[in-house]
């Protein structure tokens, strides 16, 4: 029977907090910002931000006007099978060498057919034109953190 080892960090480590000596345990470092990540649903021809992450998760509460408190967020194991199911069956874009969202929207309409692509080209031209008025409430965001 094998017997695991364990790694006992530094004393100089000991009066960092745990998450800091996790970090040197783990051997990273903490010099990749936060990520921003935002998820929209698309609803009669509009995009409506319905959720954020910043560390941790925080959701649109039931009237659209708040958001709720930060918290963990947990995926069922139905969400995992149904991501599964869209990075296998679905239309993945990661190989792609433009840079833009408009050359992006260029190359995915010259491979689906004319009546996808026109409502496509439609529902994506309008969430940059959302994103576009939407810069001032990226500034006010980026100052609360």
Known sequence: MKRSTIVHAPRRCRRFPPGTRVMFLLKENDDTPALF????ELGHNEWR????WVKFEEDVEQGGNRWSKPHVATLSLHSLFQLRSCLLNGLFLNDLPQTDLPAIIGEWSGSVDEFS?????????????????????????????
């Open 37 to 40: 990540t935002e998820m929209g």
């Open 49 to 52: 931000e319905t959720a954020r």
């Open 117 to 145: 692509r026109n409502s496509g080209v439609f529902v994506f031209t309008e969430q940059i034109w959302q994103l576009a008025g939407a810069d001032a409430a990226w500034v006010d965001l980026g100052k609360n953190w």
